[in-house]
């Protein structure tokens, strides 16, 4: 089992602890939000664990293997996988373009064969295959041959996930997927994540705002303040909690 989990990370941005000592596991076969009020240290406790950042102390391990060192693209193709707001698209190719690039870059040694000489490698077959799987996948079959550039933004951010899925990533990191999607949009990253969760091997991790969103999907809800976990479990039981009522949903403790 690949099991992450980080132990006592933290880091400071001058005087302001953003992540205090947070020790947490993530097991396969479970999805976890992340939740707390803005400036908990969310985003930050992402970037810990995805390698954006660099701890001043504490560990991210993967399979009990220790990242804490490890680049940002190392964490990735050791699998810790991060959806990144559009920012991993290549908007002047085409939907099919992009997943096929990006299942080209999990293959061993594309680093020799170049990124654009896709139509003469020997397992063109396979790679086109698999992207075909994921396309099909996120329902963007109809749409392979558009240019991304001129996608609505819901199906540019299918195609993030898309993308994040073509890493076959043992750890997904969502952070707030839905942000900024219209009420069409939404559902349909939501209706992927749901099919992620399918997959018992996968572990992912979702920091999300929306309280109805948290209750459909978590199997667990992990509380940050102040930089602090301050409450973990199930989330029924944790958004009953007096700490949750308080600080996260801003129930007065008067009204409680
Ligand atoms: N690069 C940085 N330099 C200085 N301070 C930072 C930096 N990144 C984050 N912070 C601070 O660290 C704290 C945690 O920020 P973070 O973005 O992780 O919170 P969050 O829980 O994700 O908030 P939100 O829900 O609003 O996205 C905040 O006080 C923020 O201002």
Request: charged share 20%.
């Amino acid at each position: 089992m690949t099991q992450l989990a980080t132990r006592d990370l933290t880091i400071r941005f001058g005087g302001h602890v953003a992540v205090d000592a947070v020790t947490c596991t993530f097991e396969p076969g479970t999805l976890t939000a992340i939740v707390g009020p803005n400036g908990a240290g969310k985003t930050t406790f992402f970037n810990l664990i995805s390698g954006q950042l660099k701890a001043d102390s504490g560990t991210v391990t993967l399979g009990g293997r220790d990242l804490s060192r490890a680049s940002a693209s190392q964490r990735t193709r050791a699998g810790l996988g991060r959806a990144f707001q559009l920012t991993n698209l290549f908007p002047r190719l085409t939907v099919l373009e992009n997943v096929r690039l990006a299942v080209q870059a999990t293959r061993p040694g594309t680093h020799r064969r170049g990124l654009n000489l896709w139509s003469v490698w020997s397992d063109h077959g396979e790679l086109m295959a698999r992207a075909d799987a994921i396309l099909d996948a996120v329902a963007m079959k109809a749409r392979e041959n558009e240019l991304v550039a001129n996608l609505p933004h819901g199906d540019q951010r299918k195609l993030e996930v898309a993308l994040l899925m073509a890493l076959e990533p043992q750890v997904y990191m969502f952070d707030e997927p839905t942000a900024g999607m219209n009420h069409a949009e939404a559902p349909v990253i939501l209706d992927l994540i749901r099919k992620l969760k399918q997959d018992r091997s996968k572990t992912i991790l979702l920091v999300e705002h929306k309280m109805d969103v948290v209750r459909e999907l978590a199997d667990r809800i992990v509380v940050l303040h102040n930089g602090a976990l301050v409450a973990d479990g199930a989330p029924a039981e944790v958004i009953a909690s007096p700490i949750v009522q308080e600080a996260y949903l801003g129930v007065a403790k008067e009204a409680a």
